[in-house]
């Protein structure tokens, strides 16, 4: 999903900006990933920006459009990652003028799949 194009050093900062305010287990998991050049890439490429894209162009897609950019999207989140990507999602920082006419019901959807589309072996790690 190369529909939009934001810088990736902007928002590689956000993201660094961000794990540095995450709670204890997640910060050490995600700080550790994070220093590993292939992880990073990965992550940028395939999880924040289709994000970012999905914000930007949420606004002006129809209902259909949206979805389809949405199912397109097929990654899974641990937990540590979800928690880095919601605030760009709920208006933190970075993208704040992207994120002002995003409707609400698209914004839950965002956060929606952050939240859905965890494995289970993290879920069970943090209990």
């Known amino acids: 999903?190369?529909?939009?194009?934001?810088?990736?050093?902007?928002?590689?900062?956000?993201?660094?900006?961000?794990?540095?305010?995450?709670?204890?287990?997640?910060?050490?998991?995600?700080?550790?990933?994070?220093?590993?050049?292939?992880?990073?890439?990965?992550?940028?490429?395939n999880k924040a920006m289709p994000l970012v894209t999905l914000i930007a162009k949420g606004k002006t897609w129809d209902d259909a459009t949206f979805a389809e950019g949405l199912q397109e999207w097929d990654v899974t989140f641990y937990e540590a990652e979800a928690e880095v990507l919601r605030p760009l999602v709920q208006g933190d920082g970075l993208i704040q003028l992207m994120q002002k006419s995003l409707p609400a019901e698209r914004a839950q959807a965002l956060l929606d799949r952050l939240d859905a589309r965890r494995p289970v072996a993290a879920s069970a790690a943090t209990d």
């Open 1 to 45: 999903m190369k529909l939009f194009s934001f810088p990736a050093a902007a928002l590689e900062k956000a993201i660094h900006k961000r794990m540095l305010t995450l709670p204890a287990p997640h910060r050490e998991w995600f700080a550790e990933r994070w220093q590993q050049k292939p992880y990073k890439k990965a992550f940028v490429e």
